[in-house]
């Protein structure tokens, strides 16, 4: 069975939805979103508090009603939104192998926009040793045992991590009846902004030890307890519970772009994309949290609408031929840069920012971006740079870059 629409769009989180809305309207043709699983919305249809939004709906509201207004902005819009549908491979170019309960079929589409997200290291891939026990989650799969399945997890959580989403997983175990006896960092501080952290550790009372990990877990049926290790002394201390989450360290879902071949960035492990959203196939387009894991939804969500443009100007045969490439190198302590090419008369990336990820923490840091060994532009950051979010690099900063100057350098300054 086959079939064929004007823009297929695979994943149907926020970035997914956000591309259908802004695309359906202006495409003479089918748009369709496939999504795997049972309802369209993304992460935040689990996520059940406040907010977001913030950005690109201007509202605070709760994860299942954002990702429910998106949902309906697509439909409303006139987009095809087919859930259970998992895309497994390509069977040519722009041609989709989807599964789902309906049967197997092939779906080619004009352009293909990937908004497949991004996933949480499980404890495996963590190498956390030690027992096998039950009890070991991380947020994505807390969350949808708590909000979509209403299961019941332990009465004592240790959360591994201590970003936004770390907190996250605070909220959802609390709403579950499990009080988390700790958190864990790595980091000489936690990652989360203070606005988030201090209220956390104050009216939800969960001690934080940072330069700490957890390297043992205990347990034979279900988790009894852990090992943390103070990494400044070696000092190892044993921690009563029956849950542990793991929380935080991102790699994206990209095994659709690794399968069609598209340049990844060694850094992200995303697809390589320009400052328009395009990779390195015509007609394949990527957004959201594949390309930069992890940044907030609606972040996500101003990408999808961002992508509309580029995929816009292809199908109407109006993009202008691709000339050589500008690449753009993250220097420590940045670990990666997002977008990653500059394209000669392109356009600036969305929200004109370029997303950075830090290793480092630093109060209120400039950026410096130097090609060929000259300085082409500097700024000084509004917010301090911290390891567990993106920083938002002014897209200024390299404007005044050269192609043939060789690739272009950005780094912090203190």
Known sequence: MTGHVRVAVVGGGPAGLAAAAALAPRVDGPVLVLEREAATGGIPRHSDHLGYGMRDLHRFVSGPEYGRRLTARAAAAGATLETEAMVTGWAGDRTLEITSPRGRRTVTADAVVLATGARERPRAARLIPGDR???VLTTGQLQ?????????????????????VSWSAVLTLRAAGCRTVLMTSEFPRPEAYAAFHLPGRLALRVPVRTRTRVVAIHGR??????????????RRSRVACDTVITTADWIPDHELARLAGLALDPATLGPQVDTALATSRPGVFAAGNLLHPV??????????????AAVLAHLSGTAAPPGPPIELVADAPLR???????RPGGPAPARGRLLAWTDEFHRFPGVTAHQDGRRIGSARLAWPAAPGRAL??????????RPGDGPVHLGLSV
């Open 295 to 308: 940044d907030t939804a609606d972040v996500a969500a101003l990408d999808g609408r961002h992508v509309a």
């Open 221 to 234: 049926d279900r988790v009894t307890a852990v090992d943390v290790e103070d990494l400044r002394t070696g």
């Open 133 to 135: 026990p039950d009890g």
């Open 392 to 401: 938002r690099i002014p897209f200024s900063v390299v404007r005044a870059a």
């Open 144 to 164: 949808q045992l708590v909000h979509l399945h209403h299961r019941t997890v332990g009465t004592r959580a240790v959360v591994v991590g201590a970003e936004l």
């Open 336 to 342: 990666w840069v997002a977008p990653q090419l500059l």
